[in-house]
């Protein structure tokens, strides 16, 4: 149970750290200093959890795949605002620079959760193999 959480955390910083630094080559209006990188992923990681889970429990009452995609995306904007205006050396610029970094964190952060899900799976699939065969 731990090795699954221990996962879940490392692949979700991951995700976020993966996003922040594509969105900072690629748009011209992000800026982040190297040693705001891992300050930025974290805060930024818990405040997406926050809100995501208060969303969740507050907010929605009968969640679908399509609605879970909105809230992850709408608690990714309001995290990068949040982040953005806490922490010293992340700074963006412009509307759609928050457009453009939203999407690109959304996606890295849902693929790393789907490599992460993947790599749980198979290390159940090794476990349950591991028991019949010896």
Known sequence: MLARWGIRIGMGLAGVALGILVSD??????????????????????????????????????????????????????????????????????????????LIIWVTTALSDTMGQRMIRDRRMDRREERRNG
């Open 25 to 102: 080559a690629v748009l011209e209006g992000l800026s982040i200093s190297a040693a705001a990188l891992v300050e930025t992923t974290i805060v930024f990681w818990l405040i997406h959890l926050a809100v995501q889970f208060m969303a969740l429990r507050v907010l929605i009452r009968q969640p679908s795949v399509a609605l879970a995609g909105l809230l992850a995306i709408a608690s990714t904007i309001v995290s990068l605002i949040v982040v953005n205006l806490i922490v010293s050396g992340l700074h963006i610029h412009g509307i759609s620079t928050y457009f453009w970094a939203t």
